[in-house]
């Protein structure tokens, strides 16, 4: 059981479960899965950028990414139909605990200037953050990065409200702007 999974089992359970007074131990929120979304813009005309990204992925999630292609033709962004926009993973389990320990402990203290994410979900207990380069992740190697690659990440939860969604992942050590 990894570290995150324990803390969750012997803290996080019974603190929550004080603060919003649940009926039932199924009430009380969990993470469900941790999703990381990258688009790439720069695929359209390099194959080499999206065999980049694929890799890169793969290095900080542990998993090999999806590719995800557009579903209509758009000509004005010079999209065709089937053509590659995007990669994204899905993380659950002991990945998905060791993704977060990652990214609370070593991830989000290495981002520029960070003072906290923003409180904002998305009302149905799901939290979303966007990140502009991909080279704060210790997993990838700087010297074979070749442009700057954002992606999004979320913070898929069984929570009903967008406070109980907060709350845990507070408790998950993730900082919030105050």
């Known amino acids: ?6 803390i969750y089992k012997e803290k996080i359970i019974p603190a929550l479960n ?9 009430q009380v929120p969990r993470l ?4 990381i979304n990258m688009g790439i813009a720069k695929g359209i005309k390099d ?4 065999e980049d990204a694929i890799n890169e992925l793969t290095m900080l999630s542990g998993q090999k990414p999806i590719v995800t292609k557009a579903k209509k033709a758009i000509s004005n962004f010079k999209l065709r139909e089937n053509q590659v926009v995007g990669l994204k993973v899905t993380l659950r389990g002991k990945r998905m605990y060791d993704f977060l320990y ?3 402990h070593i991830v989000a203290p290495r981002i520029r200037d960070f003072r906290g994410f ?3 979900c998305d009302g149905k207990g799901n939290y979303s953050l966007g990140l502009d380069d991909q ?9 074979l990065v070749k442009r700057t690659q954002g992606m999004h990440i979320t913070f898929v939860t069984s929570a009903q409200t967008d406070a109980e969604c907060i709350e845990l992942l507070k408790h998950f050590k993730i900082q919030f702007k105050d």
């Open 1 to 6: 059981m990894s570290t995150f999974e324990s």
């Open 18 to 26: 004080t603060k919003f007074g649940y009926k039932n131990a199924m």
């Open 32 to 35: 469900r899965k941790i999703v």
């Open 47 to 50: 194959k080499n950028a999206i």
């Open 102 to 104: 990652r990214f609370v």
């Open 118 to 120: 923003n409180m904002k």
């Open 135 to 143: 080279q704060i992740f210790p997993e990838i190697n700087l010297d």
